[in-house]
């Protein structure tokens, strides 16, 4: 009888023992699988799909790279830019345009020209990056006209400048919206009106930005009257808008100028291995050969960039 009740009360305890383990086992995957979530959630600075389910590539690679120094300057130049990509995933993405490029550069002209192919692809990479920042910028200031009225008419009513700001993000359309969105959050868990709107600066510079930031700060911290300024900035702001326009116009032509230049060069080393098969492999076959090839592409980087600064008008 004694050995019976013992047998029984050691599978009871084995039983309950298997219960709490499968319990704990569930309880910790998801304790982690909602800090890793947290985690994402934290540290991508890119905006939210609309539909919040798309699943993260290479978050191991992603987390081991957001450490780094290019993890962390690949994290804010993708965050200005507004693109849905961790730094991770346009690493490897980059990695593979280059590899891809290299391959063709090595095949189609000769084996010399597979590094160089590999080298514009990472700078092609970069200058995509600094495009699509500068583009979220200009829509951005675009903007800043409407956000200015809509901040003067908010204040006007009596509203506070978070709520203002808040009710901005809610109204304007992206990147407005989502850069307001991100001021938004951070003023509601506690960090200080100059840190977030430093912070915008920051991601998106520019002199009207700039410009409206300081506004926005000096009259929060001084306690000054900010619709009167907000309504002479607005006014303005219409008017960089305008002048940016037609400077942008009248330097088109330019700007493709620029985009020619290597174009034809690259175009040229096509020309000459169609009309001769061989040609470029021949040549690249000597230092000779190779030193004037990396000249010449060196001249067209030159070009490129002194075309550019020329070109760029501040206003």
């Not at 994290?75 to 280059?98: H, I, K, N, Q």
């Not at 006007?156 to 992206?174: C, K, P, S, V, Y």
């Not at 960090?191 to 912070?199: I, T």
């Not at 020619?260 to 040549?283: I, S, T």
């Amino acid at each position: 009888m004694e050995l019976r009740t013992l047998v029984q009360l050691t599978t009871g305890v084995t039983l309950l023992a298997c219960v709490l383990a499968v319990a704990g086992v569930r309880s910790y995957a998801a304790g982690r699988a909602r800090r890793a979530a947290l985690v994402d959630r934290l540290t991508h600075t890119g905006p939210v799909p609309a539909t919040g389910r798309r699943r993260r590539r290479f978050r191991d690679l992603d987390r081991r790279l957001r450490r780094t120094r290019l993890g962390r300057w690949l994290e804010l130049r993708l965050a200005a830019t507004g693109l849905d990509v961790t730094p991770g995933e346009f690493l490897v993405y980059m990695l593979a345009a280059v590899a891809a490029l290299w391959l063709i550069g090595q095949a189609t002209l000769a084996p010399f020209f597979g590094p160089l192919a590999g080298v514009l692809g990472i700078w092609a990479a970069v200058q995509f990056l600094n495009w699509q920042r500068q583009k979220r910028i200009e829509r951005f200031i675009g903007q800043l006209p409407e956000l200015a009225r809509i901040l003067a008419n908010a204040t006007q009513a009596g509203l506070a400048l978070r709520t203002a700001i808040g009710m901005a993000a809610e109204e304007l359309e992206a990147p407005a919206g989502e850069e307001l969105g991100k001021v938004a959050d951070q003023l509601a868990i506690g960090q200080s009106m100059d840190e977030a709107l430093g912070e915008l600066a920051d991601r998106l510079p520019s002199r009207e930005l700039v410009v409206l930031v300081t506004t926005l700060v000096l009259s929060n911290r001084a306690g000054g009257q900010v619709v009167g300024a907000l309504r002479n900035l607005t006014e303005t702001l219409e008017e960089r808008k305008e002048t940016r326009r037609e400077i942008r116009t009248q330097l088109s032509q330019v700007t493709m100028t620029s985009y020619a230049v290597p174009v034809l060069g690259v175009g040229a080393l096509f020309l000459m291995n169609g009309v001769k098969d061989g040609a470029l492999e021949r040549m690249t076959g000597s230092p000779v050969g190779q030193a004037c090839v990396i000249v010449a592409f060196a001249m067209y980087a030159v070009g490129f960039v002194l075309i550019r600064r020329l070109s760029r008008i501040d206003v």
